[in-house]
């Protein structure tokens, strides 16, 4: 059975993790799982429109007044087990796409997804196939939570280690009413180094030949 293209192939891939193959397991029993119940509610379905048709009968009415609310009973119940069939028979039709196949792709979040939304509708029609997929859904959660946290480790590890940046000191702003810079000292002609005579500035302190009648630096006269 498990030969035909609709059903979950029992070859697990072998680098899947535990999680991942725990998770591949019990979506191939609940399609299995699946398969079985289309036959038992086709049956069920039969036997209780049999009674339906049974206990609405007129005969049966004027004997039991209450046949009516059996006949409508099994009725409710004939059609919820049409429903079983026709989730069943989609479960094994689209679980191996939906689940199977991607847990063995590795797209284990969207297998997730799907595995919760087949498992509620099968709960709900099926009951056991249901089961079986939200507890494929939960060690699916638990593989992804795990690999989520391995990915962010990294970062923070690399956060911590990275050394902080010390804030770069702002430039000194000269006070206000400051001398402005002192300039290039005013290089002494070659013909000046023949006057031995030199004067200091009474403002900035440079020396300069005793000929000139203003310091170079700062143009402050000599006298």
């Not at 999680?19 to 069920?44: D, N, Y």
């Not at 009951?127 to 699916?140: D, E, F, K, R, T």
């Not at 990275?162 to 804030?167: E, G, I, L, S, V």
């Amino acid at each position: 059975m498990t030969q035909l293209n609709l059903f979950t192939s029992e070859d697990i891939p072998p680098w899947l993790p535990p999680q991942a193959k725990e998770a591949r397991s019990h979506v191939f029993w609940a399609q299995i799982v699946a398969f079985i119940e289309i036959p038992v509610s086709v049956f069920l379905t039969v036997l209780l429109l049999y009674y339906y048709f049974k206990y609405s009968a007129p005969s049966y009415i004027l004997i039991n007044p209450n046949s009516g609310t059996l006949a409508g009973a099994f009725f409710a119940f004939a059609m919820y087990f049409v429903a079983v069939v026709v989730v069943s028979v989609l479960e094994v039709v689209f679980i191996r796409v939906h689940i199977s196949n991607q847990i063995d792709s590795g797209k284990f979040v969207a297998a997730e997804e799907r595995a919760v939304l087949w498992g509620v509708l099968s709960i709900l029609f099926g009951l056991i196939p249901g089961i079986m997929l939200v507890a494929s859904a939960v060690s699916l959660r638990d593989l992804n939570k795990h690999a989520t946290s391995v990915r962010e480790m990294p970062q923070e590890v690399q956060k911590e280690q990275q050394p902080q940046k010390q804030p770069e000191p702002a430039p000194a702003v000269p006070p206000p009413n400051s001398p402005p810079p002192r300039q290039q000292q005013f290089s002494v002609p070659a013909a000046s180094k023949q006057h031995p005579d030199m004067v200091k500035c009474k403002k900035c302190n440079a020396s300069y030949p005793a000929f000139m009648h203003s310091c170079p630096n700062c143009n402050e006269p000599k006298n």
